[in-house]
């Protein structure tokens, strides 16, 4: 079975580690293909190294090599390079990065500098971490240099309706994003192509996922890349989603400071209708069974089952929900 | 009295800590001003970043961050970064950066991807190592990147005259110099001009003094770029120089390895020839106090003292020979 999966960084990276261990245990002669397609948005260049924090949540979390806690970086951390940088009054200083880390952006930064793009730099970023021997392959959504930017009141300015645009990463991680943002722009956006494979992963998949990653910044970056929102249209795999609201509020990070600026309601339903051009089927928790999903060009088939993902064993059974979901959808079509 | 000095890495570094020790020991109303010309033919760029090895054994040395048993790199070092690397396969493995040390060489390379100069960002170096407060100003020799290569025979061929070049730090550190050189060349030193304020340190100087560094790969750099010795032969200030040679070996390093592609003695005598035209001033062992002093264009004073740098004291000492030495030819150019 060919899966495709769209994702952000630490929410995304644990469901596709439920999804990875739901698919080794199933009872198939078939090895799985697992494609994943990273949000690269939130990418940002510190200390002139270049930082691509949601495809290094997925290396880490899938190499096992994530700081479990807080769900990026890696485990057993130290800080000599963030420490020196800060001897040297060299900012940012709101974006610690650790020791280990620093090695994969200096590789990363060194690779990119000797031409090769983000996909070559993927590919052997995903090596290191065993990604192959899990049938999984990541790609970057772009390889374009694409940054997401947050508009706010400037606050600077006298002017009440000056704005200011900051790069996503200083809203989110210095701001923890509690100043309200007017709306999200995308810098590059405009010149940004799919990176090698990614519409043909789309298109040639079994089955599509969105895992409960951010609807807006994380998977709404994705599908703003030309060609992304088509391929999902067009594919003949279903399509299907896991929400990654539960019962009006986000299961981590802030999905609600990005719905708000967009006037979608922070909802199952709210985040459904952002896809409902191209979802087939919607995983919902408990809590949202009895909610209405919103009409669009298709049925959208919605079940419900318990979303938290409190460790790897329930995020798996999650996946295997969405992969349930999915195999049915399938089926369903080709019934007489 | 303003002091000039050209200096190497470790050597030179160990030297000039005591230079500093002694200069604030002398009983003088008059502060010191000591300026470093520091090498960088041996500069290097490792995994996309810019290291200056021997401004760096400066900095570090006289801000009392360097490891003292290898005389470069920071004290109390960790290795995170450079495992990531290993893991990652990223080469050269052969030269272990630590972690802090990593801070500076990122802090480097974000400041002169930015287009500040190496003197600028040496300077930042300085205040965060504390140099300005001990009334040194720590300049390199050059703000055009320069690589001392060394020419060795072509182990890959089996043509006996085929040549190969590597890179100064490569037949140093991996080589540690027992392949034997050829010759040495430095890529880019047609086009160096010397940095801001070098020549005028040399032309405006008291008392110019050479440490101990290499002759040939550390002071012989210096002394190539177009300028630099017209300045030594032209300034009014005694240059005195301390031998870097001990009864026919090097105090440390590979000195040897280096005089000996020159065809130039392994000795005292042999590395003050190659500063005939410009020494007044040649600080040897007691062991070399019968040394003869070759001919030049002028007459050079020797005077023997112990020249072994086994600690900051030991070095206050040398240090304050030469400069004792200088300032007896400076009193004997204004005698009557």
Redesign the interface.
């Known amino acids: 079975m060919r899966i495709t999966a769209l994702s952000g960084g630490v929410g995304g990276a644990r469901f596709l580690r439920g999804l990875v261990k739901h698919l080794d245990s199933r009872d198939s002669d078939e090895p799985h293909e697992l494609t994943v397609i990273g949000n690269t948005g939130d990418d940002i260049t510190l200390?002139?190294?270049r930082v691509c924090p949601d495809l290094d949540s997925v290396l880490y979390t899938l190499g096992g090599g994530v700081n479990e806690s807080q769900g990026w970086g890696r485990e057993d951390?130290?800080f000599?390079?963030?420490?020196?940088?800060k001897?040297?009054?060299?900012e940012p200083q709101w974006f610690g990065l650790?020791?280990?880390d620093?090695?994969?952006h200096?590789?990363r930064?060194?690779w990119l500098?000797q031409g090769q793009t983000l996909t070559d730099v993927t590919a052997?970023?995903a090596r290191?971490w065993a990604l192959p021997e899990q049938g999984v392959t990541l790609l970057p959504a772009t390889n374009t240099p694409i940054e997401t930017h947050v508009v706010i009141a400037d606050p600077d300015s006298d002017d009440p309706t000056a704005e200011r645009a900051v790069h996503f990463q200083e809203w989110w991680v210095r701001m923890q994003a509690k100043t309200e943002a007017k709306r999200f722009t995308v810098a590059g956006m405009g010149q940004a192509i799919p990176a090698p494979g990614v519409l043909e992963a789309i298109r040639n998949a079994d089955l599509v996922i969105l895992p409960p990653s951010n609807p807006v910044v994380s998977i709404g970056i994705i599908l703003g890349i030309p060609g992304v929102r088509d391929a999902l249209r067009g594919t003949r795999a279903p399509v299907v989603g896991v929400s990654p609201i539960i019962g009006g509020a986000p299961v981590r990070g802030h999905a609600d400071a990005c719905l708000r600026p967009l006037g979608v309601p922070v909802s199952a339903a709210g985040v459904a209708g952002l896809y409902v051009d191209f979802l087939n089927g919607w995983l919902v928790d408990d809590v949202d069974s009895d909610i209405a999903i919103p009409s669009g060009p298709h049925r959208i088939t919605h079940r419900s089952q318990p979303l938290l993902m409190s460790d790897t064993d329930a995020a798996s059974v999650i996946a295997g929900g969405a992969v349930e979901l999915g195999l049915d959808l399938m089926q369903a079509r080709t019934a007489p």
């Open positions: 200390f002139g190294l951390e130290s000599a390079v963030q420490a020196e940088l001897a040297l009054a060299v650790g020791d280990r620093m090695g994969t200096i590789a930064s060194l500098g052997k970023l290191r």
